[in-house]
């Protein structure tokens, strides 16, 4: 691969970060944390979004680790021309064209 290939992907990426980063934020405004037994900690989770969950010691970092499975689950998505990613509180983040 050479340099220029990897620059783009670099500059795809930041390009994607930019669109789902605002979108997660709001996400995880909207996410319910549980405090599970076994394994003793908290699962962070948004109604209406199969698949993405996170776990933690404490529910600031369940939400913390969800804020980041978040960004990476909805960035590939729209890597992949996906765009059947729900909106959160108004941000809806779009495929680049």
Not at 32 to 56: C, H, K, R, Y
Request: a negative charge; proline letters at 8%; aromatic letters at 6%.
């Amino acid at each position: 691969m050479s340099q220029t290939d990897l620059g783009s992907i670099a500059a795809e990426g930041d390009v994607l970060q930019e669109l789902v980063c605002p979108w997660a934020q709001a996400a995880v405004s909207c996410a319910t944390v549980e405090w599970i037994q076994d394994p003793d900690g908290f699962v962070a989770t948004i109604s209406g979004l199969a698949g993405p969950w996170a776990f933690g010691e404490s529910k600031e970092a369940a939400l913390k680790e969800l804020e980041s499975v978040l960004r990476d689950w909805a960035a590939i998505k729209l890597a992949d021309g996906d765009d059947d990613i729900p909106p959160m509180k108004g941000i809806h983040p779009s495929p680049p064209l």
